[in-house]
């Protein structure tokens, strides 16, 4: 846990400009102070000075829950106060003075912190999907109302994971220059599978050799809810299995995972030996996009005749600083377009939409319009998150057009 020093210091060094009024997306729909950075900052120091308290005052949950921790608000900060920071800080007190609720603690410790229970999870829905039951429960009028939500927002589960595509897989006989370990997000593993895949093929197409080893989830959605601790713990398993591997980098396919990887060196202390190893391990680190254009140059691509645009992820392009690799790739592999305001946040971050329902849709409107006004046939994204959250959109919204990751289109 952050020191209450650390963070009070840097709650100081907001001056109330209200620059990020202009950039936040929670803002511009619920125009109400508590819900922009500043307000924020201004509850989680009159917390520190015992003006406000987290147990006394529910009010402050619903506020630091509804960031979506895009990081706008910092990138467009003339002081450089680190929000995303201080309002993480503030979740991890939410948990330790109230808890969470027997579902969270089912869905984040029992099924994201655990990959056989996570695939199992997935094979249920899978079930549930393709096996009728989800038509006899509309007959029997049993669907409840959060069933009705998660069946919006929970995409068509695969019924093959990545692992059982990649073994299928013909490798490629390709020479190999590079050698590549691919962490695989868990969204990616079981809800877009194909998407991993196409990175492989890509990569082993391109003189790469492919170590993909079995990780634990980076730690991120645990963050979202306070539960800091446990991402803690998901860092020391994955930094112990990825610095025994040797190999030239580590990419991965979805800029959140991407993120949390390289900024795992800031949860140690300088002087323990998870923090050499967790800064060795994050110099590694590189999103695969840019490890496709910078590294292997690849331009040399078949050009489909789709009109494509891209919604940057809010960690890839704010977190990583990636933003020329994927238009790079998307400028060659088809037609491309820019979007307006293409790094805006979509409203989805993980679990965001489910509960902060109507302020996640209205963000949601205004990317789906963004779209529409393209005049693109495919939405390109890097982030399993935002895809699931685009696809909701196009549904809502009854739009023509396919979300797909990058990598997809280059497979093609």
């Known amino acids: 846990m952050r020191s209450y020093k650390n963070i009070f210091n840097e709650l100081l060094k907001c001056n109330k400009?209200?620059?990020?009024?202009?950039?936040?997306?929670?803002?511009?729909?619920?125009?109400?102070?508590?819900?922009?950075?500043?307000?924020?900052?201004?509850?989680?120091?009159?917390?520190?000075?015992?003006?406000?308290?987290?147990?006394?005052?529910?009010?402050?949950?619903?506020?630091?829950?509804?960031?979506?921790s895009c990081k706008a608000c910092v990138e467009n900060c003339p002081s450089n106060v680190q929000v995303t920071k201080a309002v993480q800080w503030g979740k991890e007190e939410l948990w330790r003075h109230h808890g969470v609720s027997a579902f969270v603690k089912l869905l984040y410790k029992n099924s994201f912190s655990k990959e056989g229970n996570?695939?199992?999870?997935?094979?249920?829905?899978?079930?549930?999907?393709?096996?009728?039951?989800?038509?006899?429960?509309?007959?029997?009028?049993?669907?409840?109302?959060?069933?009705?939500?998660?069946?919006?927002?929970?995409?068509?589960v695969p019924s093959k994971n990545f692992w059982q595509l990649l073994e299928q897989r013909e490798?490629?006989?390709?020479?190999?220059?590079?050698?590549?370990?691919?962490?695989?997000?868990?969204?990616?593993?079981?809800?877009y599978p194909n998407v991993g895949l196409s990175l492989v093929k890509v990569l082993e197409k391109n003189n790469c050799e492919v170590i993909v080893p079995k990780l634990d989830c980076c730690g991120v959605p645990h963050l979202s809810v306070g539960f800091g601790e446990e991402t803690k713990r998901l860092a020391m398993e994955n930094l112990q299995k990825l610095y025994k591997i040797d190999a030239d980098v580590i990419v991965t396919d979805?800029?959140?995972?991407?993120?949390?990887?390289?900024?795992?060196?800031?949860?140690?202390?300088?002087?323990?030996?998870?923090?050499s190893i967790a800064a060795q391990v994050g110099e590694k680190v590189i999103d695969a996009m840019e490890f496709l254009v910078n590294t292997l140059g690849l331009e040399n691509i078949n050009k489909s005749d789709k009109r494509v645009t891209y919604h940057d992820p809010c960690h890839s392009v704010r977190g990583l600083k990636v933003k020329d690799?994927?238009?790079?790739?998307?400028?060659?592999?088809?037609?491309?377009?820019?979007?307006?305001?293409?790094?805006?946040?979509?409203?989805?971050?993980?679990?965001?939409?489910?509960?902060?329902?109507?302020?996640?849709?209205?963000?949601?409107?205004?990317?789906?319009?963004?779209?529409?006004d393209s005049?693109?046939?495919?939405?390109?994204?890097?982030?399993?998150?935002?895809?699931?959250?685009?696809?909701?959109g196009l549904k809502l919204n009854k739009l023509q057009g396919k979300v797909m990751h990058p990598?997809?289109?280059l497979a093609e």
């Open 375 to 392: 005049g693109a046939d495919v939405l390109c994204t890097s982030c399993p998150s935002c895809a699931i959250q685009l696809n909701l």
């Open 118 to 156: 996570f695939a199992v999870g997935a094979r249920l829905i899978n079930f549930y999907q393709q096996k009728g039951l989800r038509k006899l429960s509309q007959k029997l009028l049993l669907k409840v109302k959060a069933l009705k939500e998660l069946e919006e927002i929970v995409p068509e």
């Open 325 to 372: 690799a994927p238009r790079k790739l998307l400028q060659n592999a088809a037609n491309y377009v820019e979007m307006k305001s293409a790094s805006s946040c979509c409203g989805g971050a993980g679990i965001y939409g489910v509960k902060n329902k109507e302020t996640s849709r209205a963000i949601l409107a205004g990317k789906m319009k963004e779209f529409k």
């Open 17 to 68: 400009c209200g620059y990020c009024q202009e950039v936040c997306p929670t803002y511009r729909v619920v125009k109400e102070e508590p819900a922009v950075a500043r307000g924020r900052v201004r509850l989680l120091r009159a917390a520190l000075e015992d003006r406000f308290s987290f147990e006394k005052n529910p009010e402050m949950q619903g506020y630091l829950e509804s960031c979506l």
């Open 407 to 409: 990598f997809e289109l």
């Open 171 to 191: 490798p490629s006989n390709t020479p190999k220059k590079h050698k590549v370990i691919y962490y695989i997000g868990c969204g990616t593993k079981y809800f």
């Open 254 to 275: 979805c800029g959140t995972c991407g993120d949390k990887l390289k900024k795992y060196v800031e949860m140690f202390e300088e002087e323990s030996n998870l923090y």
